[in-house]
């Protein structure tokens, strides 16, 4: 198993000031736990920017704020390195969030995601 950060790389992609992702000291949620309901995903099929042949599932967890926008991709698990960085880089150019609501309003909140072999991707409810 393998625990990945990309953090740094995905939030600069998406943001100028990564520290300013989320304020210091907000509430972070996790999507399907107190009674957060998950981000609708677009998956934009960049061009060049392909999910690679997965052997075994790879399970993420995005942190996104209260804007949608990916601040940290953590893989949790995932058969090597290489096939962890490739899905962290797939999320981070591909993925884009609207907010996930908590009592219908946009909260911080992290997604778990998890990629099966035949490179479909679901996220708890």
Do not use: W
Request: glycine share 8%; net charge positive; proline share 6%.
């Amino acid at each position: 198993y393998v625990v990945l950060g990309l953090g740094s790389l995905l939030a600069q992609a998406q943001t100028h000031n990564s520290s300013a992702c989320i304020a210091q000291g907000a509430a972070i949620y996790t999507v399907g736990e107190d009674h957060v309901k998950p981000p609708k995903v677009h998956n934009l099929h960049v061009v060049g920017v392909e999910l690679p042949t997965i052997t075994s599932n790879v399970i993420c967890e995005v942190l996104i704020n209260s804007a949608g926008r990916i601040c940290d991709v953590r893989i949790i698990t995932a058969p090597d390195r290489q096939t962890a960085f490739q899905v962290g880089k797939y999320i981070g150019e591909n993925f884009r969030f609207t907010p996930a609501t908590r009592e219908g309003k946009s909260v911080p909140a992290r997604v778990p995601i998890v990629f099966d072999t035949s490179g479909k991707f679901s996220m708890s409810q």
